[in-house]
């Protein structure tokens, strides 16, 4: 068992002759504990995120490996794991929902899978646009995407021209929500925040020109930035900067970027919720496009984002 981190599935144990006698004395005298009916794991071992991915996959067996969040997180390209284990396995599209894990039929444009902390992985290549495919208009799902996208492209930049390609030249069910999300890199690559994430989303949806996220001004790192314009925006939650040697910080970064030259605003999470076209209007007026007028489904568009924002940067309720 110490090559599926101590966990075996009842199909294995018969296989290496165990009689369902044998598995119930292993079980009485403690040496075996069972996880669920046919899954057991051996004495002292944990039951951790990784253990339940690796029974998930044994339960699963075949060609079966991790996709979407789950791939994603554990290849460190996501902070959150997702709910329940995504397991793929090669064939048509679909889905069967089972009591302890989700299993995908999908093709993959690589047919092995990567190995990651010994857990089989799908590649980001075929992971992300599988991932796409699933937002239909869902933001929750696609700041996941994004936030994917930009640190699989920020350890490989290669993977920008093999998705575009993909997008481009294959069949894919997400291209439209894929080939949107390239279109805020580069640039944007290193994002640390989901309010950081909903602020690209805001640009997009509010018809203004991208920022560069997390780019160094005077040496100090700043949230997003236009270099031609010189204008910072730092993104205030009020729960980074409420103490008060942190707002002495921040004000003497304000008066080093003054100094140099830079205008700077700060926008908070209750700004962008509660007034996202008066905000919109002002980074227009500071970025100087004399035409801009906002997209008339602005409103509507980023209402939705606001919905998913709730217990993220927004308080719920």
């Known amino acids: ?75 460190g390209l996501l902070l959150r794991p997702a709910g329940l284990p995504q397991l793929g396995v090669p064939g048509e599209a679909g889905v069967r929902h089972l009591r302890h894990r989700a299993v995908y039929r999908t093709p993959y444009a690589r047919p092995d899978p ?6 089989p992985c799908a590649a980001p290549i075929d992971a992300l646009p599988h991932l796409a495919g699933l937002v239909r208009g869902d933001h929750a799902t696609r700041r996941i995407l994004r936030r994917a996208l930009r640190e699989a ?10 998705l575009r390609a993909e997008v481009d030249h294959a069949p894919v069910q997400g291209a439209p929500e894929l080939r949107s999300a390239l279109a805020t890199l580069p640039g944007a690559e290193l994002v640390k925040s989901d309010l950081e994430e909903d602020f690209i989303a805001f640009c997009e949806i509010w018809g203004l020109p991208p920022f560069l996220t997390n780019q160094k001004v005077g040496g100090v790192e700043r949230d997003a930035v236009r270099p031609a314009e010189r204008l910072i925006v730092e993104l205030d939650t009020r729960g980074h900067h409420a ?75």
Do not use: C, K
Not at 8 to 34: H, N, Q, S, Y
Not at 153 to 162: C, G, P, S
């Open 114 to 119: 990567v190995v990651h902390n010994g857990l």
């Open 243 to 317: 103490n008060v040697i942190a707002m002495e910080a921040d004000r003497a970064r304000r008066r080093r970027a003054t100094v140099a030259g830079w205008r700077h605003i700060e926008i908070t999470g209750r700004d962008l919720a509660g007034e996202a076209a008066r905000v919109a209007s002002d980074l227009a007026i500071m970025l100087a496009l004399i035409r801009w007028t906002p997209p008339a489904d602005a409103p509507t568009r980023w209402a939705a984002v606001i919905a998913s924002a709730r217990g993220l940067w927004l308080p719920r309720g």
């Open 153 to 162: 492209v920020r350890r490989d930049a290669r993977l920008i021209q093999l």
């Open 1 to 75: 068992m110490d090559a599926r981190d101590g966990l075996v599935t009842a199909p294995e144990l018969r296989a290496l002759g165990f009689r369902p006698r044998e598995i119930e004395g292993m079980l009485d005298r403690g040496e075996l504990v069972r996880v669920r009916l046919g899954l057991y794991r051996g004495r002292g071992v944990r039951w951790d995120l990784r253990a339940q991915l690796r029974g998930a996959l044994s339960e699963q067996g075949g060609d079966a490996r991790l996709v979407l969040v789950s791939g994603l997180h554990w290849q």
